[in-house]
């Protein structure tokens, strides 16, 4: 399994809870992966147990920002809003939407343990990625309405509790390039 170095290294020194979103090689095939270090720790009796993985549009007719929400079973919910007109954003959901499948990292700095989850994209939720994607495609939202959407959705309590996580917004396009920089994620001996 290979990912961008840097990328990581990006991610790792951010400010937890943060998460964020990069492509992934895996037997010569490119997926995408969602990144968490929820800055604390998962009970690995939870992580045994799995996540619910979805997905809204949050925003206005004026702008809209993707909202995840990963709930891990038996812990706690944790959500994250994405600028989807950030071009590492587009490259990595429309590279999911066309592998068909994504994978999931929660990755705890203090022991520097990584967990991955490799899942498909049921129909359910590549019916809803298929039916936003035009939306998420010609998306111009700024920076300014994505703080604003931010702000806004902290504020909402309409929605099941759990933590925020920030995105980290990066934007280096090198960030994509897994021939340079690569980072070889190989599973534990267990």
Known sequence: MT?????IQALVAAEAPCCGLGP???????SGFVAMRPGEIIPQTCLNLGFNFGH?????????VVHFAFEFYGFKQY?????PSNPLVQVVLRTMLESRDYFFFSIEEKSGSVTTFRNELNDEVMSGFRQDWPRLEASTTTKQQYDKAVSSFIK????????MMHWIELDN????DLRIDRLEL???AG
């Open 3 to 7: 990912v961008n170095r840097s990328f």
């Open 24 to 30: 992934v090689e895996v037997d010569k095939k490119k």
């Open 56 to 64: 809204t549009l949050y925003g206005n007719s004026q702008f809209e």
């Open 79 to 83: 959500h994250a809003l994405m600028n």
């Open 156 to 163: 909402d309590d309409t929605h099941p509790p759990g933590t």
């Open 173 to 176: 396009l090198s960030y994509l």
């Open 186 to 188: 190989t599973p534990a």
